[in-house]
């Protein structure tokens, strides 16, 4: 089975305009999620519709398609670029532009999901911990997912799912398993074709969750465990964090 990485990035964002070109520890931000990439995949691609981070891929060696303007997720951007780029690839792995610390182990995780034939698409979880404190787990920002015995998502949410009836608030972690979800998604080639064609569903607006549509439609989302936390970059605050976080761990990330 051949895996094919691809990384939208798009230059206009509400939050951190030009986000995929700030610097992270001398590199751009794009820079750094290409390099986690390559080498656990088969196959890496940015799909971006600026020509300003085209000619930055290029700058440092990657490579890149050019992507419409009009998408409305990262999902469409990865399948018209699979379109063009991706021919004999099995699955297609979703890697957000602006998660520039994934590691292998996590690559390694999602493809692992499609040892199981009857996979069709594929995300990450990692466990909540009692020391991650309620804070986290009620925090909108991180959506919560429930599973069935066979690592199968049942539901993503941006409350607290479950809710522990019996129990006070300050017990919930330590009396129940609760999954943040890890936005990195895989799909078979077949299936992002059908679900790029898709329309938005009811409980993918009310919750402003583009999986919930998947859910909705019939398709199931295997779900793989991951232990690693991941430092997103939404905002310029995100990344003075990223920063300080690359600081520490000079080390092992480079």
């Known amino acids: 089975m051949k895996f094919i990485g691809i990384i939208p990035a798009r230059y206009a964002s509400t939050r951190f305009p030009a986000k995929p070109l700030a610097i992270l520890g001398g590199k751009t931000v794009i820079q750094r999620v290409y390099e986690q990439v390559v080498g656990v995949l088969d196959e890496a691609y940015v799909a971006t519709d600026d020509v300003r981070i085209e000619e930055a891929v290029k700058a440092f060696g990657g490579k890149v398609v050019m992507t419409s303007v009009d998408h409305k997720s990262g999902t469409d951007r990865c399948y018209e670029a699979f379109c ?4 004999g690839y099995d699955v297609i792995v979703n890697i ?4 520039p610390f994934i590691q292998r182990s996590q690559l390694e995780a999602i493809k692992a999901c499609f040892e199981d034939d009857a996979t ?33 998502a049942l539901y993503f949410s941006r409350s607290i799912i479950p809710y522990q009836r019996n129990k006070e608030k300050i017990e919930w972690l330590s009396g129940h398993t609760y999954y943040k979800h890890i936005g990195l998604y895989a799909y078979r080639a077949a299936v992002l074709k059908e679900i790029t064609a898709l329309p938005q569903s009811s ?7 583009e999986q919930l549509r998947w859910l909705e439609n019939g398709y199931t989302i295997k779900v793989g465990i991951t232990t690693v936390e991941t430092i997103g970059i939404d905002t310029p605050q995100d990344l003075v964090r990223a920063e300080q976080f690359l600081q520490a761990h000079k080390e092992i990330i480079g």
């Open 84 to 87: 063009k780029v991706g021919s």
């Open 96 to 99: 957000q532009g602006d998660e």
């Open 120 to 152: 069709q698409i594929a995300t990450l979880v990692k466990p909540f911990t009692p020391e991650d404190g309620f804070d986290a787990l009620e925090n909108v920002n991180s959506p919560k997912v429930v599973v069935n015995r066979n690592m199968n």
């Open 203 to 209: 409980l993918e607006l009310a919750e402003s969750l």
